[in-house]
């Protein structure tokens, strides 16, 4: 099962979806909680104390990754297809309320580089978990 929690800002969307993700897990289903606000609050809502909160390094921000997926050694060419079942395992981080969270990060400035690997993928993350994987 899959669901998205959307509106405007200031509406409650972060308590609702922490709330639906630990009444899932709460009763046992795998869950998995994405972050994909600008102002990413899930991890405090979840549970995660404020320094825990601090260390999550979103994934459009984890050069390590972004440079793993999508290298391909030539300078302004990237892999636009590669796997990523290994950031589920890899990269979330367990809450104490049993909510696997992944936090997808944004755009932090307009001049900060190209954004093209990691918006792959991120891209590429949320449709295996929307599309192909079974949760």
Known sequence: MKIAVSGKGGVGKTLVA??????????GFKTIAIDADPSPNLALTLGLSP??????VPISEN??????????????VYRLTFTVEDIVRDYS???????????????RSIGSGCTCPANAVVRSLLR?????RDE
Do not use: C
């Open 18 to 27: 922490a709330g639906l993700a630990y009444a899932f897990a709460r009763r």
């Open 93 to 107: 981080v367990k809450t104490p309320l049993s909510v696997n969270l992944i936090v997808m990060g944004t755009v």
């Open 63 to 76: 050069k390590q990754l972004i440079e793993s997926k999508t290298s391909t050694g030539y300078a302004g």
């Open 128 to 132: 295996h978990l929307v599309v192909e």
């Open 51 to 56: 320094e825990e909160a601090e260390k999550i």
